[in-house]
């Protein structure tokens, strides 16, 4: 299903002049969260939302050091940057 121009326009309008949620717009209007955003995509603005989480299998922490092995009682410790 295609949203109308004037749904699209009250979304713009929702989201730049009364600075309302995605979800807020998505409630008020009876459409789709992703509609929404898609909407906003659409329109040039960038994606809100969290940053992408660190993989597991990463071998750096949140401070950018490698975690190396040193010793069977401490498998793991933190190199210096």
């Not at 979304?11 to 717009?25: D, F, M, Q, S």
């Not at 040039?44 to 010793?71: E, F, K, N, Q, V």
């Amino acid at each position: 299903m295609t949203l109308s121009p004037e749904v699209e326009a009250q979304i713009l309008r929702y989201y730049h002049a009364e600075k309302w949620t995605v979800g807020t717009i998505a409630a008020q209007l009876r459409v789709h969260h992703t509609a929404v955003a898609r909407v906003l995509s659409q329109a040039g603005l960038p994606r809100s939302g969290r940053p992408p989480r660190p993989s597991r299998i990463d071998p750096r922490d949140r401070r950018g050091s490698t975690l190396i092995c040193r010793s069977s009682a401490r498998p793991w410790r933190r190199s210096q940057p």
